[in-house]
């Protein structure tokens, strides 16, 4: 059984910082890529960045220079440092797992949740 769990969440001022974590367990984690998506309210949840088992990672433009991506392979966990943030930053951060099976296609599995919260 895939599981998530998320951490880190928060409300801090403009210009502050905050570390998301991410422990996973039921997966083959060292060869998962794994990503953060966030959700503001009414819009679509969207990547902020991913990172693939060789450690190749994905930013949105909106963070790049910002936010950083990490992953310990023995921990099973991902973690998102954020720096400088900005009250567009807020929303539900989701830890995702995406797990590939080849040519049969690929599933999604995702953390419950952690609300960031940015006031200018």
């Known amino acids: 059984q895939v599981q998530l769990v998320e951490s880190g969440g928060g409300s801090v001022q403009a210009g502050g910082s905050l570390r998301l974590s991410c422990a996973a367990s039921?997966?083959?984690?060292?060869?998962?890529?794994m990503g953060w998506y966030l959700q503001a309210p009414g819009k679509q949840r969207e990547l902020v960045v991913s990172?693939?088992?060789?450690?190749?990672?994905n930013y949105a433009d909106s963070v790049k220079g910002r936010f950083t991506i990490s992953r310990d392979d023995v921990k099973n966990t991902v973690y998102l440092q954020m720096n400088n943030l900005k009250p567009e930053d807020t929303a539900v951060y989701y830890c995702?797992?995406?797990?590939?099976?080849?040519?049969?296609?690929?599933?999604?599995?995702w953390g419950q949740g952690t609300q960031v919260t940015v006031s200018s």
């Open positions: 990172i693939t088992g060789g450690g190749t990672t």
């Open positions: 039921g997966i083959s984690f060292r060869f998962t890529t």
């Open positions: 995702n797992a995406k797990i590939s099976y080849g040519t049969f296609g690929s599933s999604d599995y």
